[in-house]
């Protein structure tokens, strides 16, 4: 028992902050564009750094644009199989389901408007990735 609040103590360990901690860096790499600082610094010394954080770019770029084609294309999907079943009269789905799968559209696009906004961040951190790999460079000489 807590002698100040006479509730019993809580033995139980705490989570790993760790785990948590890569778990959401999982999740938030569905939304948010991410090149890692360690990748950044570790080009300093390849023999083209430049070229080395343009492929890194490049490549999270094309991966943030196949999420949000994803995103779409699944919601045209939903998008034409309501639209179809309203067309043909065969609707036998409660209409609660019905304003779900309309729901599920709408988050599908919001979800690939939202990665497509984060396209310009991801720019002007590509500009700032080459800053910080130049300027060191140019303080060694």
């Not at 901690?21 to 564009?33: C, H, K, N, T």
């Amino acid at each position: 028992m807590n002698t100040l609040t006479s509730q019993p103590v809580n033995l139980q360990p705490a989570p790993d902050p760790g785990n948590i901690d890569r778990l959401w860096a999982r999740l938030r790499s569905l939304f948010i564009p991410s090149v890692s600082v360690a990748a950044i610094l570790y080009t300093i010394y390849a023999t083209s750094p430049d070229d080395a954080i343009e492929q890194m770019y490049d490549w999270e770029r094309d991966r943030l644009l196949g999420l949000a084609k994803g995103a779409a294309a699944a919601a045209v999907t939903v998008l034409t199989s309501l639209i179809a079943s309203a067309v043909e009269g065969k609707v036998t789905a409660e209409p609660v389901i019905i304003y779900l799968a309309a729901a599920l559209v709408a988050v599908l696009l919001a979800w690939g408007a939202f990665i497509l906004t984060g396209l310009r961040r991801l720019a002007e951190e590509y500009a700032l990735a080459l800053e910080i790999v130049n300027s060191d460079r140019s303080d060694a000489r």
